[in-house]
């Protein structure tokens, strides 16, 4: 158990809807990470929050945007959604901003119909 | 980051020991080469990292060439349990981490 617990574990919507995910990341770690995995693309880095700010950005669409709350959990909301958006979607956590080991939650799979 | 280059995939049997070996000949003098591992139907696990030296934990060693161009992940005694895609990144810290498409180790009785 990495400490990082992400909610929902199953998602199955309609194409066209919004979806929201959650992560609470390992107690005391302030960075939170996104990342996602389909089966053509691989593991992908989407985002980085660090204590409530972004930090990094990566292949993150326009349609989905994150955030980090005061309390450190953040949530990942997914919108106009299409088929290709069905992934496993990873939240990660570490210490500060400049950590080199991070820890991964379970995932959330999201099926998009 | 680095781009890095990894076999496919390995075999080993389980009590033996493996040695999971990475290509990163364009690693920068700050990057640290990152070892992460994927089990089925779980998010990835961090293993160990290094920068120049080599480093040992619970759960592996690394070997880092002195040029720093290649690296080898030792697993000292793998157990059916190890079997995982194991990624191989070069990296300054754990921000936009680039996963390639590892090393699926099999491991057999």
């Known amino acids: 158990d990495s400490g990082v617990t992400q909610t929902p574990k199953h998602l199955i919507t309609a194409t066209g809807q919004r979806v929201t995910l959650r992560c609470s990341p390992r107690?005391?770690?302030?960075?939170v990470y996104w990342y996602q995995q389909s089966l053509d693309q691989g593991l992908q880095f989407l985002i980085q929050y660090y204590n409530g700010e972004e930090r990094a950005k990566g292949n993150i669409l326009e349609r989905f945007s994150a955030q980090q709350f005061p309390d450190l959990h953040s949530e990942l909301n997914l919108s106009s959604l299409e088929l290709g958006d069905s992934a496993l979607y990873f939240c990660a956590s570490s210490l500060g901003d400049r950590n080199t080991e991070a820890f991964f939650g379970q995932g959330t799979r999201l099926t998009v119909v | 980051d680095a781009k890095t280059t990894q076999p496919n995939s390995m075999e080993s049997n389980e009590e033996e020991p493996v040695h999971l070996p990475c290509n990163h000949s364009t690693i920068s003098g700050t990057d640290y080469i990152h070892w992460y591992r994927q089990l089925p139907s779980q998010g990835p696990e961090y293993v160990i990292h290094?920068?120049?030296s080599n480093v040992n934990n619970r759960m592996a060693s690394l070997a880092i060439a002195e040029d720093r161009k290649s690296s080898t992940l030792i697993l000292h005694r793998a157990t059916l349990r190890d079997a995982a895609v194991y990624y191989c990144?070069?990296?300054?810290?754990?921000?936009?981490?680039?996963f390639g498409t590892g090393t699926r180790l099999q491991v057999t009785l």
């Open positions: 990144i070069g990296n300054d810290t754990a921000s936009k981490l680039t």
């Open positions: 107690s005391g770690d302030l960075s």
């Open positions: 290094g920068l120049t």
